[in-house]
């Protein structure tokens, strides 16, 4: 008998043998040996343990410690066999995720083209005369051919970014340091994440959630989610992009604005003036930091042949940089970031091409350091400024060769990237749901479709990976598409979906601006339709000092048996109410008062915020 992770083993190493990619592999694990543990696996779920990933097959980058596996971060002779896994290994792999293999990356991950590897350059997953993109080739490839469902990648200045969208994948970048890096080498140990991919956001959001944490903390007033109408910028000047690319930006913030998303294009002269310190300036140093010491053994040690010429050369260089430079240039970032930040004042996010073209291997082994600069024209700030990022397929573009100016009618991959501030994961996750178009789903929303099904079913992934939030439950005029649903979601709230309380409230109608009911108390009570949001603890706090007499928060019991914080109503104002228990929903009741006669005032009050309501599908 065979459980889910022996299946997918077995259809795994076959469709590996069919492919023949061996270049995407370092070290591919055995098959008696992959196939006793996914039985070890299969047992543990069926004897009840949660392993909520079982049957999930993964991919690690190779600079990713996995034990048992030489770390070579695609340089023969460089690093160890460890004897455990990095931490973000090992919590996918607790999650009932198996190990493939190591995949080829860009040496050292240095580089965004996926060719600098002696194992070989990583083509492209559809087109095997195009590069993957990189550093995290194989890791992308692996997924994008279906060999694994996940893969872990790291990032630097795009590495999980790049790869994603050349390949027609997803791929989370985390804000820095809430994943923790113990057991990954580091390229630019001040920058550098470990990343996941998958062929679609839920899935790469599951595994994000599993595998951030033993990192950086979450803040107190996290936010968690985007508003029901977001507003974005995006770039008013597309260097580096080919026409073709450049009206498929267009039409993509177009459909986004079909979804409800305030769009406005901005200057972001500052971003790329920041990307460019990456390399161009002293910040490189950190590259000869990580492994300069190696490098300069290999080349004294008259073994050269191991090492990529052009990493070897961009490391060797940054060994030269003086410690004033990386110091000036330090501090340049820091007024670089504060003028972004002031760019960004009233927007959600900043949505970006990810990738500026699709070349050649020809191209980039005519011009290797060109192509991969102009790779990471809208990468290589993230980072550095310490911005969540949320890397998404949008479709394809025709544009000839791929290359600027190309013709022809060949199809490349469009990705796009939502980029959001220092822990705000989950806001660019939940605008990223807008974007994501898969085989399956060629459009989540119809043009001109209410966005009512954002964030319905799952928890945003900072929340499964330690965020603190506190639920709230509410009848009334703070539900979604209701008049003060915009006093949560300014606040990063998350809307969870429909809840019921248990039978020991009754409903009254608060004579206030806008409508609202109020909530007490009795032993005559009654089951209300209600639903939940999910805020954090210093949002929570602030919405409570603004409260107005008479709403009143305090512990509500749904039907479930569970608890939450929720609304009430102090005495003195129920006894002066209208009782409208017997509507058991504060939705039904402003929909039969409004056509009740003799009520029309009552429409007038809350007409437009109830048509918005019900027109987006109250749950």
Request: include cysteine.
């Amino acid at each position: 008998m065979t459980g889910p992770t022996v299946e997918r083993v077995l259809a795994a190493l076959e469709a590996i043998d069919a492919v023949g990619r061996p270049e995407i592999w370092i070290h591919l694990r055995g098959r008696d040996e992959l196939l006793a543990e996914a039985s070890r696996i299969d047992a543990a779920a069926a004897s009840g343990k949660d392993l909520p990933l079982v049957g999930l097959l993964l991919a690690v980058k190779n600079n990713v410690h996995v034990a048992g596996l030489l770390t070579t971060a695609a340089c023969p002779g460089f690093g160890e066999v460890p004897a455990r896994d990095a931490v973000p290994v090992a919590r996918l792999r607790n999650a009932g995720a198996l190990v493939l293999g190591a995949t080829n990356l860009d040496q050292f991950a240095t580089g965004l083209v996926g060719t600098r590897s002696p194992y070989g350059a990583v083509r492209d997953s559809r087109r095997p005369e195009r590069i993957s993109g990189g550093s995290s080739s194989g890791s992308a490839v692996a997924v994008a051919l279906g060999l694994v469902d996940l893969a872990i990648g790291t990032d630097t200045a795009g590495s999980g970014r790049i790869p994603a969208a050349l390949q027609g994948i997803v791929g989370i970048k985390p804000t820095l340091g809430v994943v923790s890096t113990e057991g990954v080498v580091p390229a630019c140990r001040s920058w550098d994440t470990a990343t996941i991919f998958a062929r679609d956001l839920a899935t790469a959001e599951l595994a994000m959630g599993i595998m951030a944490g033993e990192g950086r903390s979450w803040p107190a007033d996290v936010k968690i989610a985007a508003p029901a109408t977001p507003r974005v910028a995006y770039p008013a000047a597309l260097p580096a992009l080919p026409d073709a690319w450049a009206l498929e930006l267009e039409a993509q913030i177009e459909r986004l604005r079909s979804t409800g998303v305030v769009a406005e294009a901005i200057d972001v002269d500052v971003f790329l003036e920041a990307a460019r310190l990456l390399y161009d300036g002293g910040l490189v140093a950190e590259r000869y930091a990580a492994v300069g010491s190696f490098v300069d053994e290999v080349r004294a040690g008259g073994f050269s042949a191991t090492l990529d010429p052009t990493v070897a050369g961009i490391i060797t260089a940054a060994g030269k940089v003086p410690a004033y430079q990386y110091v000036t240039d330090t501090a340049a970032l820091e007024q670089l970031k504060k003028e972004a930040m002031l760019r960004l004042d009233g927007f959600d996010a900043l949505i970006v091409p990810t990738a500026p073209f699709h070349p050649t291997l020809a191209e980039v082994a005519a011009d290797p350091v060109g192509v991969n600069s102009r790779m990471g024209t809208y990468t290589n700030f993230c980072n550095l400024f310490d911005l969540s990022a949320v890397a998404v397929p949008a479709g394809t573009v025709t544009d000839g060769d791929g290359s600027a100016g190309g013709t022809g009618g060949a199809v490349s991959q469009f990705g796009l990237t939502v980029i959001a501030r220092t822990f705000e994961d989950g806001v660019a996750a939940d605008i990223a749901r807008r974007i994501e178009v898969t085989p399956e789903k060629p459009e989540l929303f119809a043009p001109g479709a209410a966005p009512a099904s954002f964030g319905a079913t799952e928890v945003p992934w900072p929340v499964a990976a330690g965020a603190a939030v506190v639920p709230l439950v509410v009848v009334g005029a703070h539900r979604k598409g209701q008049p003060l649903a915009a006093e949560l979601e300014r606040r990063g709230a998350f809307w969870e979906g429909r809840v019921v309380t248990a039978a020991r409230y009754r409903m009254v109608a608060l004579e206030t601006t806008p409508p609202k009911p109020g909530v007490v108390r009795s032993e005559q009570g009654s089951g209300l339709v209600a639903e939940r949001w999910l805020l954090s603890e210093a949002a929570l706090g602030s919405f409570l000092a603004e409260l107005p007499e008479p709403m009143l928060l305090g512990s509500i019991t749904l039907d479930d048996g569970s608890t939450a914080v929720g609304f009430a109503c102090d005495a003195v104002a129920a006894a002066a109410a209208r009782d409208i228990t017997e509507y058991g929903d504060w939705i039904k009741y402003l929909a039969e008062s409004a056509a009740a006669p003799g009520n029309h005032g009552l429409w007038r009050e809350a007409g437009s915020a109830l048509l918005t309501g019900l027109g987006r599908g109250q749950r």
